[in-house]
């Protein structure tokens, strides 16, 4: 069980050696570029290859017109601010302050693996390949779950690009994703289901909120559920799902701004913990 710990990259550490930190940069780098790569060019190109259907992101999004189609604005605002806020994860492992270094190496494992996952979403996404896609979705969403019980402690500048922001976007892919693969334009059954399923991302975001006063799960999840709410509501103004979708962003972003106004300005002492940890640097999001 030792070797296995000492060889496996997901196991936890308290520290890592050089070499490993080394072998870090370089694959976080090349995973996280080869996912905004693929990202940005399917963004703007449709694939040549291939005898499936083929199409750009957003193509597939505004041509199958289901209960949970988004926004390709907000979505686009989503994906440039997440890569962004990514990369400055990245230059955290090249920090001079070892304790930062280690915090950004306790996580490259899931993050490298993110990144090849998301690459693996898109490329099957574009191609209509949407079965593969939700699997590929469902095995990230584990992934990502894995990283944020197992590092929920970890600061923000590392949190929120890596663990809350990819999950968030993970979970409401797989609906997305999903009502492609069921995507029928008379199946009102599918309609139904998604007035019901939608209320899921309003509840998976109060359990974070309420459990780890996690703030940025709030903000995440309610900039997903306004690019729902605007791609329904243009699609449909007489329509419950547009109206769903603004409740539920409604309701996560006034239950994470009371959560995060207080954290931000120190006066945060009734929404913690009744024994919070002594170290608060291990506690980023309960006294930040």
């Known amino acids: 069980m030792a070797n296995w710990n000492a060889w496996n990259p997901f196991s936890h550490r308290e520290s890592h050696s050089s070499g490993s930190i080394l072998t870090y940069k370089l694959l976080t780098l090349i995973s996280w570029l080869l996912s905004v790569v693929v990202s940005v060019y399917y963004v703007v190109n449709e694939p040549k290859d ?38 400055g994860y990245i230059t955290h492992l ?26 693996a979403f898109v490329m099957l996404f574009v191609r209509s390949h949407f079965i593969w896609a939700e699997i590929i979705l469902v095995l990230n969403f584990f992934n990502l779950s894995v990283l944020y019980f197992r590092h929920n402690t ?5 949190h929120a690009p890596v663990a809350s ?29 998604g007035n019901i399923f939608i209320w899921s991302i309003l509840a998976y975001g109060m359990f974070f909120i309420v459990t780890f006063k996690d703030y940025t799960m709030g903000f995440w999840l309610s900039i997903l559920a306004a690019a729902i709410g605007v791609a329904q509501f243009e699609r449909q103004v007489i329509a419950l799902q547009w109206i769903f979708a603004f409740i539920i962003m409604a309701l996560l972003f006034i239950s994470t701004v009371t959560i995060a106004v207080p954290a931000w300005t120190g006066r945060d002492h009734f929404w913690r913990r009744s024994a919070p940890p002594a170290d608060a640097e291990r506690a980023p999001l309960l006294n930040e």
């Open 94 to 119: 090249f920090s001079r302050v070892p304790e930062t270094v280690n915090w950004a190496a306790s996580v490259g494992s899931h993050f490298i693996l993110n990144n090849l996952f998301h690459f």
């Open 154 to 158: 970890s600061p923000r500048f590392i």
């Open 50 to 87: 291939g005898h499936t259907i083929r199409r750009r992101i957003w193509d597939q999004n505004n041509l199958y017109r289901t209960a949970f189609t988004m926004n390709p604005i907000l979505g686009d605002v989503y994906w440039v601010v997440l890569f962004i806020m990514q990369f």
């Open 165 to 193: 922001g990819p999950l968030a976007w993970t979970f409401v892919a797989i609906y997305w994703n999903g009502a492609f693969m069921v995507y029928h334009p008379h199946n009102l059954v599918a309609r139904i289901f």
